[in-house]
């Protein structure tokens, strides 16, 4: 099936610590995006990937980074830089092209920093 | 980017259709229209596209006026489950190179029994 996976689900992590969220899709879509949700809110753009070894800052990229070294995965990284880091995190993917295209979402990663 | 402004919420009851505006002034001329469904902790759900006109499919319609300044979300016969917030987004998905898309707060849909 294809589809688009993040993990793990649930991320506890101490102040002052890095964590990795994974996402990978097997969609062999071009674009790929990270959003944070806070409760209560819309989603929120990070980071957003159009191709292989390139990204571009979304709305909200400080104390985030990210890398795209492989079509299918784009790992996002909470740095201790990241003032308030708990929150939802979710990742999608997308095909580019002149059509209109929908963004594929995968289930998400809790993240509480304790 | 064009910015859009939906409902902050809205009540309905099961077996009703429910229909949610959003406004966006300033689309683009490349800009598709595109509604999402978030339930909670979970990622949003594509529900519909479109550009101009009417477009349907089996959950939903999605009516554009001809100046495409707003579009209308409607979900016939709305049930408990459809429960959820409603993202309306308008973009060109990086054709132009405006590849950013904001979701906004959307519209929360409480269904009532």
């Known amino acids: 099936d294809g589809g688009i996976t993040q993990s793990p689900k649930y991320l506890f992590r101490k102040e002052g610590q890095n964590v990795t969220l994974s996402c990978e899709q097997n969609?062999?879509?071009?674009?790929m995006y990270w959003y944070r949700q806070d409760p209560g809110q819309g989603l929120r753009l990070i980071y957003y990937?159009?191709?292989?070894?390139?990204?571009q800052k979304g709305d909200i990229a400080e104390g985030y980074s990210v890398s795209r070294e492989k079509k299918e995965s784009f790992p996002l990284t909470v740095t201790s830089a990241q003032k308030n880091p708990t929150a939802f995190y979710l990742c999608?993917?997308?095909?580019?092209?002149?059509?209109?295209?929908?963004?594929?979402f995968g289930p998400g990663t809790r993240l509480t920093v304790l | 980017l064009a910015k859009t402004t939906q409902p902050i919420s809205m009540d309905s009851y099961e077996g009703q259709e429910v229909n949610i505006t959003c406004s966006h002034n300033n689309i683009a001329t490349n800009d598709y229209i595109t509604w999402y469904q978030q339930f909670p902790s979970q990622g949003p759900r594509f529900i519909i596209q479109g550009y101009k006109t009417k477009v349907t499919n089996e959950v939903a319609s999605l009516f554009i006026p001809a100046d495409r300044k707003s579009s209308t979300l409607s979900l016939p016969r709305v049930s408990l489950s459809d429960t959820a917030v409603y993202y309306c987004?308008?973009?060109?998905?990086?054709?132009?190179?405006?590849?950013?898309?904001?979701f906004g707060a959307g519209t929360r849909l409480f269904v009532k029994a």
């Open positions: 969609l062999n879509h071009d674009a």
């Open positions: 999608a993917s997308s095909t580019i092209g002149l059509s209109g295209s929908e963004q594929f």
């Open positions: 990937s159009q191709i292989v070894n390139d990204f």
């Open positions: 987004l308008v973009g060109d998905n990086g054709w132009t190179g405006g590849f950013k898309t904001i």
